[in-house]
């Protein structure tokens, strides 16, 4: 997903001090949900609360998204076209979407990438064994 909001396995936690930490309302990110496989969230700052939205991917690729109770069921070709579409206010959201919060670094599945580091990190040897 080569989208620079998304964030990949960011905890909620992780997430909402991102999104916390300036104070502006409308800042946003897409991450991985971490109580539904394969669903997506899009979390987006309002009052100091970080609301989360999950996204699904339906069977014939498409995308739709959990928005308030009652709101018709819509239907988005991809992620951006989603995204585009609750930039607009008034779509749906507690706060149409403002501004995106990109991630520093590659999607990375952050517990994993530690211990890797660090089993590297306390390597005494110069190179690094590659499995395909």
């Known amino acids: 997903m080569d989208l620079p909001y998304y964030h990949g396995p960011l905890s909620k936690r992780d ?28 979390c987006v700052s309002f009052k100091n609360f ?20 009652g709101a018709q069921k819509q239907i988005f070709p991809n992620l951006k076209e989603l995204i585009s579409k609750f930039e607009k ?15 520093t670094s590659p999607c990375l599945r952050w517990r994993r990438s530690k211990i890797d580091l660090e089993v590297f990190m306390n390597s005494n040897s110069d190179y690094v064994e590659v499995l395909p």
């Open 15 to 42: 997430c909402e001090t991102l999104l916390l930490k300036e104070g502006e309302d409308g800042n946003y990110l897409l991450r991985d949900s971490e109580s539904m496989p394969g669903v997506l969230c899009l």
């Open 50 to 69: 970080v609301y989360t939205y999950r996204i699904f991917k339906e069977n014939h690729g498409y995308y739709t998204i959990q928005t308030v109770e």
């Open 89 to 103: 206010p008034n779509q749906g959201l507690v706060v149409h979407l403002l501004k995106p919060v990109k991630r």
